[in-house]
């Protein structure tokens, strides 16, 4: 089963100093965090911002590509949870036929920003989902759900949605 999602938010893990993003559910039940890399963190944070650059970034390109070949994106799912890595699939629509696409979920998640489009995670990675090994060794899964769940603006910083 699918839980809809919303990105609520993009901020450090003050342990490993790596980007979060934190992903909530529509009823407010339910947060997921996916750590990704600077990068993608950055391409998120652009979305979010509404940051606009001189050239088109990776993700705007996709868009404009997507746009430019009459398909658009139904939805993205953060469908697998394998050895501590996220899995994505994006579902492009072109013409009434539906195509699934491999993704990392950071890239899935910049697009669908971008274009508007529901974010989705299976259940079961929900129930699944655990800390990296970095972060482990620090803080337990339920430190770690109580201190997203306590969460507030500032907390978030300039990249809250």
Do not use: Q
């Not at 001189?54 to 705007?60: L, N, Y």
């Not at 994505?88 to 629509?93: D, F, K, P, S, T």
């Not at 699944?128 to 306590?150: H, I, M, P, Q, Y």
């Amino acid at each position: 089963m699918e839980v809809e999602m919303k990105i609520r938010g993009l901020m450090m893990d003050p342990v490993t100093n790596m980007p979060i993003v934190v992903l909530k559910d529509v009823a407010g039940t339910a947060i997921l965090p996916i750590w990704v890399g600077i990068f993608e963190a950055n391409a998120i944070a652009l979305e979010i911002e509404k940051v606009t650059t001189p050239r088109p970034m990776t993700h705007d390109l996709i868009r404009i590509l997507l746009f430019g070949l009459g398909s658009g994106i139904r939805k993205v799912v953060v469908n697998e949870l394998r050895d501590d890595t996220f899995y994505a699939v994006i579902w492009l629509e072109r013409d009434g036929e539906l195509i699934s696409v491999d993704s990392r979920p950071s890239d899935a998640l910049a697009l669908a920003l971008r274009l508007d489009c529901p974010i989705f995670v299976e259940d079961s990675v929900i129930k699944n989902s655990k800390l990296s090994n970095a972060t482990a060794e620090r803080v337990n899964n339920e430190e770690l759900r109580r201190w997203l769940e306590g969460l507030n603006d500032e907390d978030l910083g300039r990249y809250k949605m």
